[in-house]
């Protein structure tokens, strides 16, 4: 471990929110109502990528006659009025280390397969919104994860170069994206569990953020004594 890892990055759905049970949910009923299925070991091929990526699963799957563009925003639709409707909960310890993080003056960015409208909107409903000094979409990348694109465009903004870059991801596209970029990874499995090569792989799989308290001083020692 580097000692002078200066910024840290965020995955935003099934990390800093639980998004994904309402995703899963929204692309089940859209499906549905085109005549088509999906399961869950079909959705957990979802998990981490952006929609072109999600486009190509759907049409290998059903064929390049797939409905994608009505299916998306049927999905878009359903999900973000149940979504607005019942709230959209905080993962576990996301304020109390992003305060951490912040009176530590420890660089904080956010890389995000979810479109920016919504992305500021989830985060300006939470009140963090204020704690990310860049946000990455991908609508500002060419390629989505598991491409390192995203994670090179936040360390490209921040002015930090990647290995001096710890980031924290609940997919499995998003380690091997980040570890492709050249930054140290800490995974906090949502939905999907990570495999043995995954595990190996990234610096630390945590259950949830709450447990990054404890690293604190290992990720950030050199960054806190020079502030």
Same mark, same amino acid.
């Given at each position: 471990?580097?000692?002078?890892?200066?910024?840290?990055?965020?995955?935003?759905?099934?990390?800093?929110?639980?998004?994904?049970?309402?995703?899963?949910?929204?692309?089940?009923?859209?499906?549905?109502?085109?005549?088509?299925?999906?399961?869950?070991?079909?959705?957990?091929?979802?998990?981490?990528?952006?929609?072109?990526?999600?486009?190509?699963?759907?049409?290998?799957?059903?064929?390049?006659?797939?409905?994608?563009?009505?299916?998306?925003?049927?999905?878009?639709?359903?999900?973000?009025?149940?979504?607005?409707?019942?709230?959209?909960?905080?993962?576990?310890?996301?304020?109390?280390?992003?305060?951490?993080?912040?009176?530590?003056?420890?660089?904080?960015?956010?890389?995000?397969?979810?479109?920016?409208?919504?992305?500021?909107?989830?985060?300006?409903?939470?009140?963090?919104?204020?704690?990310?000094?860049?946000?990455?979409?991908?609508?500002?990348?060419?390629?989505?994860?598991?491409?390192?694109?995203?994670? *090179? $465009?936040?360390?490209?903004?921040?002015?930090?170069?990647?290995?001096?870059?710890?980031?924290?991801?609940?997919?499995?596209?998003?380690?091997?994206?980040?570890?492709?970029?050249?930054?140290?990874?800490?995974?906090?499995?949502?939905? $999907?569990?990570?495999?043995?090569?995954?595990?190996?792989?990234?610096?630390?799989?945590?259950?949830? *953020?709450?447990?990054?308290?404890?690293?604190?001083?290992?990720?950030?020692?050199?960054?806190?004594?020079?502030?």
């Amino acid at each position: 471990m580097s000692p002078s890892i200066r910024a840290a990055i965020f995955d935003m759905d099934g990390l800093l929110f639980d998004t994904e049970s309402i995703a899963r949910w929204a692309w089940k009923e859209a499906l549905a109502s085109h005549g088509y299925a999906m399961s869950d070991e079909l959705y957990n091929e979802f998990i981490g990528r952006d929609l072109s990526w999600r486009e190509k699963i759907l049409k290998k799957r059903y064929g390049e006659n797939f409905p994608f563009e009505s299916v998306t925003a049927q999905r878009i639709k359903i999900g973000d009025e149940r979504e607005m409707r019942e709230g959209l909960p905080t993962k576990a310890g996301v304020l109390d280390l992003l305060n951490r993080l912040n009176n530590l003056e420890v660089i904080i960015g956010l890389a995000t397969g979810t479109s920016r409208a919504r992305t500021v909107r989830r985060l300006t409903n939470a009140a963090i919104h204020q704690y990310f000094t860049t946000i990455v979409t991908s609508e500002d990348v060419a390629l989505g994860k598991p491409a390192p694109d995203i994670f *090179l $465009e936040v360390s490209r903004r921040i002015n930090v170069v990647p290995w001096q870059c710890v980031v924290f991801e609940d997919s499995s596209v998003g380690v091997k994206a980040a570890l492709t970029a050249g930054m140290c990874t800490i995974m906090v499995p949502d939905i $999907e569990q990570p495999s043995p090569e995954i595990t190996s792989l990234a610096y630390r799989v945590l259950k949830s *953020l709450e447990q990054v308290s404890d690293l604190i001083e290992e990720l950030f020692g050199e960054t806190i004594k020079k502030g």
